[in-house]
């Protein structure tokens, strides 16, 4: 009866991933087309769209993964597989990918709006800006580091133990350990870290100069402009407070209480797509490029429905 009842769960989660699927591929294929495109027509891509586009790809993944992952659980609660965990593993990885992106949004974001005039912030904002493409390669080898070294831990633990049985219960009882719960605590703590600290420095700079402006009173200078950037900051430092958060409780219920929030999952993953469509109201290239969308399916779809009329005519 307990297993009908969490069989029948599983199956209502399905609905709303399956929904928060569809927005987020909308969401995130359209950041990733957008600037895809650009480059391809030879048009300039600044390093802000080298990381975003990286960012939609990790988040447009880690979205299906979970995604298959309550499908697989479904199908697969009663036998013994190995699909469940690697899909896990694959998860997790693009879950530590997300985080480090986002933190390098941020680090960019500082270095080139914030006023800091200092030498080894200026040698910074010089190097990162012309390798971005190796600091993206580096977060997703950061990534797949913290993922790879809880797993050859887990399988060193199995072969110790000398069974291999990777059924949910049997991986409870194998996870009681808290140290992979500590694993993730330290691998994406340290990106949010340094997201942390840049947020700071950018909200920081940008308080001291709107003071400073409000301060002169001249009625000429427009600080939207920067209130909007201070907006988009402490909105995306909820959101990453908020994702780092959650699935830090929900890999402790897991690996400690033997507990699987897979509702938790689905809403931790709406999270990027709130943080993605965030991001295109506040980008103008984005905005704009939305907005022709929106206006050719408006426009396609009332000129339908004015050739039906007149057909019915």
């Not at 986002?102 to 709006?113: P, R, Y």
């Not at 190796?134 to 797993?151: D, E, G, Q, T």
């Not at 993730?184 to 700079?205: D, E, H, N, Q, V």
């Not at 429905?305 to 005519?313: G, L, Y």
Request: with cysteine; proline share 3%; aromatic share 16%.
């Amino acid at each position: 009866m307990a297993d009908s009842t969490e069989g029948d769960t599983d199956l209502y989660l399905l609905v709303p991933a399956l929904i928060a699927l569809l927005a987020g591929l909308m969401i995130h294929s359209f950041i990733i087309g957008v600037n895809v495109t650009n480059w391809w027509k030879g048009r300039p891509v600044t390093p802000v769209d080298h990381i975003v586009t990286s960012l939609g790809i990790s988040r447009m993944f880690a979205q299906c993964v979970i995604t298959v992952f309550l499908f697989v659980i479904r199908l697969l609660s009663n036998l013994n597989s190995n699909v469940p965990l690697a899909i896990g593993a694959v998860y997790i990885f693009f879950l530590y990918a997300n985080v480090w992106l986002t933190s390098l949004l941020s680090i960019v974001f500082c270095l080139k709006i914030s006023n800091f005039h200092s030498r080894l912030f200026l040698y910074l904002r010089g190097m990162i800006a012309h390798r971005t493409v190796y600091f993206i390669v580096a977060a997703v080898l950061l990534s797949a580091l913290n993922c790879l070294m809880p797993i050859f831990t887990a399988i060193t633990d199995w072969m110790r133990s000398g069974t291999y049985n990777t059924t949910i219960p049997d991986q409870c009882i194998e996870y009681t350990n808290t140290k992979y719960a500590y694993s993730y605590a330290i691998g994406a703590s340290i990106p949010l870290i340094f997201y942390c600290i840049s947020s700071f420095l950018l909200f920081t700079s940008l308080y001291h100069h709107t003071r400073k402006m409000k301060m002169s009173n001249n009625l000429s200078i427009n600080l939207e402009t920067y209130y909007s950037v201070m907006k988009f900051i402490s909105f995306t430092f909820i959101y990453s407070t908020i994702y780092f958060f959650g699935h830090f409780i929900s890999v402790t219920f897991y690996f400690i209480y033997c507990i699987s929030l897979n509702w938790l999952y689905i809403v931790l993953n709406i999270l990027p797509v709130l943080h993605s469509s965030y991001l295109i109201y506040k980008t103008a290239k984005l905005r704009s490029k939305m907005y022709k969308v929106f206006q050719n399916v408006m426009y396609s779809f009332f000129k339908r429905e004015n050739s039906e009329t007149r057909e019915n005519i």
